[in-house]
């Protein structure tokens, strides 16, 4: 590839409808596959939790938190765009922020409202330092490793967010269904607002990636959760495989490129 062009490429796939269904099945994923190793593997659902040993939230953030890293860095250290390395970075995000969420709401009792406003806090926090620093906070920027820290940083408390935000919706009288209802519609009003183009590209996809986290955390818990508590109860790590052999078919499938870059 030419030098020139190379420089004219950020190193996050281009943001099409394709980008779209990988991101949701892979939040969806970080849901079952966070669950898988902190509830079922590491006993947060067991007779036992809570009763001493390891923490099950907490380990299973220390253990996806330290795969993050290593990917960040692995993606830091490209020299250009990766499609399977960026997605796996991306699930390991959304795995992490699972675990992070969980253990943030459950263990440190600050519940699913203290937990969603201070990871919205978080979250904002990061954009607004990015966008000091950088002088914007457009995905068309990620190319220099500065500003592909940031990227990472704001992804990691996102996924981490919409776990807690989806949590609390489906908690509440609407259920895992109708929450699941509500971020889908959110995501329909967000995609009708880009075909008008009345509104900042650059806040309309921090929308909606931010809102495809909780749409995948409900979507996850139908998967997983007891049928009375309107869940389909199915075998969290069967619905883990299933979700990721569909990401897998869909890198492969849908044609996978390289932003351009701003400027």
């Known amino acids: 590839m030419d030098d020139d062009f190379k420089e004219t490429l950020t190193k996050v796939p281009a943001v099409t409808l394709g980008f779209w269904i990988i991101k949701i099945l892979a939040t969806t994923f970080g849901e079952t596959m966070g669950d898988t190793v902190s509830m079922s593997w590491l006993g947060e659902t067991t007779a036992t939790a809570g009763q001493g040993g390891v923490n099950g939230y907490l380990a299973g953030t220390a253990l996806f938190g330290g795969l993050l890293a290593a990917l960040v860095w692995a993606q830091i250290r490209a020299r250009r765009f990766h499609p399977w390395l960026y997605w796996a970075t991306i699930i390991a995000s959304t795995t992490a922020g699972t675990s992070l969420a969980d253990f943030a709401t459950r263990s440190l009792g600050i519940g699913y409202p203290g937990g969603s406003l201070l990871l919205a806090g978080l979250v904002l926090t990061s954009l607004a330092a990015w966008h000091r620093r950088l002088g914007t906070i457009s995905v068309s920027s990620v190319h220099a490793p500065q500003a592909e820290l940031y990227y990472w940083l704001t992804i990691t408390f996102s996924q981490t967010l919409g776990t807690a935000l989806g949590d609390w ?44 986290r909780p749409l995948g ?26 979700l990721g052999a569909a990401i897998v078919a869909l890198i492969r499938l849908v044609p996978q490129r390289a932003g351009r870059a701003q400027g």
Do not use: C, M
Request: a negative charge; charged letters at 10%; aromatic letters at 8%.
């Open 217 to 242: 955390a409900v979507v996850g818990d139908v998967l997983d959760k007891p049928v009375a508590q309107g869940g389909l109860e199915l075998s969290r790590l069967a619905a883990s495989l299933v």
């Open 169 to 212: 919706v489906a908690d509440g009288p609407l259920g895992y269904s109708g929450a699941a209802l509500i971020f889908g519609g959110a995501l329909v009003l967000v995609a009708a607002a880009h075909v008008a183009n009345r509104f900042s590209s650059v806040a309309l996809f921090w929308l909606a990636f931010i809102l495809t």
